[in-house]
């Protein structure tokens, strides 16, 4: 191990004794401790006028909506689903929310009345917050009362400023989030305020965000990435965070980027292809890029080389673990790039593959928070080995001698045929390469022979000014057939104006494998 390595430890666990402390409160660690002058967020709409907000500010006003929490019924250790775009009140209501005591539902402005029922329901939840623009969305729901930020926030003017912080300690729930359900019905995750430990170390360690940097992660703080590393890291470790209240198109970003003279960024790989795909970034100059919640392929790498400024370092995690293993910028732990490879353990970290999985070693893992689901031993169980030694991630990869490890896919998307287990992602960082293309998924679905068990198939999204034939799938097949495999190459191309995904952002490829795309 080396020096840089050692002392990267021996922070973390300095991290993680002062957060995990019985006394621990999330307002102190998040806002109250920090020098009330400086700039918690950069608040931009989406004309690109912006508004400094301060640790001071934030600590005044979400006093002052506690109280006004508190008189309309939110209590300690209550689960609030919160519907917000990336406002200044989002922030408010969620200090506020937690100088209570209360935790935190992430609820993501794209849902549908649908996705909203099944997490407020999860969370047995009595109260909503959200605004005009997203309460048509909630007023369906029976038995639970619809609190406006905005009538909050009016309120809170006047209010006096809460003075009975709660202290959860490090075990207490902080936040309940809900994965995507990429493969199933979401599932709470409850998030407790020593993983802060984590956050912190990720957006240090890995993300390297410095003093003097202009820091945007353009996740939305709906799903666990944003929250996670554009709330929750930044606001613990005292760094100012930019806070776009838009969604992401290519053009929107590249001005932003410009605008406000962006160093450091994180990013969905989807997000790095959509700019790849024809957005002008001549005016873009980054120091670090980083990309998170699918592999990213190499020539995404080379797209940040040639247009950002820098290399795009992938980085690996979930929902029930926040970021664990990266290919880290920070000079103590950084370490050379290999092409498909997502890096190495994040300090506080110790991994290795079990049975096939990428796995976390519990006992010397100490940043590792996730315990269980909310209510659902069984869906719990699935994630460790019996004896309780080894977190599993469900995702199959492999570690090299060096120790730098790769994804090959989610356990329940490796394909296999005729005898052979194919990792898409594999074959997708090939076919990728190929100048039509934007975005491609690879899944495998039944032999209509019924001699290989299944086939490969790809769903491909073109650039402009191309168009699907036999003769460009013939070309595609043989590009995998020649650069990669024979055993692995499509048996047939899809060639689709865009791929289901997530609203994170992840590709479904289980609607790819029942053929409803």
């Known amino acids: 191990m080396t020096d840089g390595r050692q002392a990267a430890e021996r922070q973390v666990r300095e991290w993680l004794d002062e957060y995990s402390a019985p006394t621990a409160g999330a307002a102190h660690l998040l806002c109250d401790r920090h020098d009330p002058s400086t700039v918690a967020f950069t608040l931009v709409e989406p004309d690109l006028t912006s508004t400094p907000f301060t640790h001071g500010e934030l600590a005044d006003e979400s006093r002052r909506m506690a109280t006004v929490l508190v008189a309309n019924g939110v209590a300690r250790g209550d689960k609030v689903p919160v519907l917000l775009g990336k406002r200044r009140e989002l922030i408010v209501a969620l200090v506020a929310l937690w100088r209570i005591g209360a935790v935190h539902v992430p609820l993501f402005t794209a849902f549908a009345t649908g996705a909203i029922v099944l997490r407020v329901e999860g969370a047995s939840a009595s109260v909503v917050i959200t605004d005009a623009s997203q309460r048509s969305k909630v007023d369906p729901i029976d038995a639970v009362t619809v609190l406006d930020v905005d009538e909050l926030a009016a309120a809170a003017v006047d209010a006096e400023p809460f003075t ?39 957006q240090h360690y890995s993300l390297d965000v410095a003093d003097d940097d202009v820091f945007w992660n353009a996740a939305d703080p709906g799903w666990a990435y944003g929250l996670y590393y554009a709330i929750l890291g930044p606001l613990v470790g005292g760094r100012t965070s930019l806070l776009f209240n838009a969604g992401f198109t290519p053009e929107s970003t590249v001005a932003v980027l410009t605008a406000f003279g962006v160093t450091n960024f994180a990013g969905a790989p989807t997000m790095y292809r959509a700019l790849r795909a024809g957005a002008d970034t001549s005016g873009v100059a980054l120091r670090r890029a980083s990309s998170a919640g699918e592999p990213l392929t190499p020539d995404i790498v080379e797209f940040g080389l040639a247009h950002l400024g820098t290399e795009v370092r992938d980085q690996y995690g979930q929902t029930e673990l926040g970021m664990v293993i990266g290919n880290h910028w920070h000079a103590d732990v950084a370490l050379p790039l290999r092409s498909g490879s997502m890096g190495q353990p994040m300090p506080g970290y110790a991994a290795g593959i079990v049975d096939g999985q990428i796995a976390l070693d519990v006992e010397n893992s100490p940043l590792l928070w996730f315990t269980g689901y909310d209510a659902a031993p069984e869906k719990t169980a699935e994630r460790f080995t019996k004896d309780g030694a080894w977190y599993l991630t469900a995702d199959t990869g492999k570690v090299d001698d060096d120790g730098y490890f790769s994804f090959t896919a989610r356990d ?31 899944v495998g679905r039944p032999d209509p022979e019924g001699i290989r068990g299944e086939v490969v198939e790809a769903f491909v999204v073109l650039r402009e000014g191309f168009t699907g ?30 791929l289901p995904k997530t609203p994170s952002g992840k590709v479904q490829r289980f609607i790819l494998r029942r053929g409803d795309a």
Do not use: C, N, W
Not at 180 to 185: F, H, L, M, P, Q
Not at 479 to 498: C, I, M, Q, T
């Open 164 to 202: 009975d912080d709660a202290a959860i300690g490090g075990d207490g729930t902080l936040v309940q989030l809900y994965t995507s359900g990429t493969t199933g019905k979401p599932k709470g995750v409850p998030v407790p305020l020593r993983a802060l430990a984590a956050f912190q170390t990720y």
């Open 469 to 498: 034939s036999d003769e460009l799938e013939a070309e595609l097949q043989a590009l995998v057939r020649d650069g990669y495999s024979k055993h692995a190459y499509p048996r047939r191309v899809h060639f689709v104006e865009s």
């Open 412 to 442: 329940d998307d490796v394909i296999l045929a005729a005898g052979y287990r194919i990792g898409p992602f594999d074959v997708e960082s090939v076919m990728v390469k190929h100048p039509s293309i934007i975005e491609v998924a690879v």
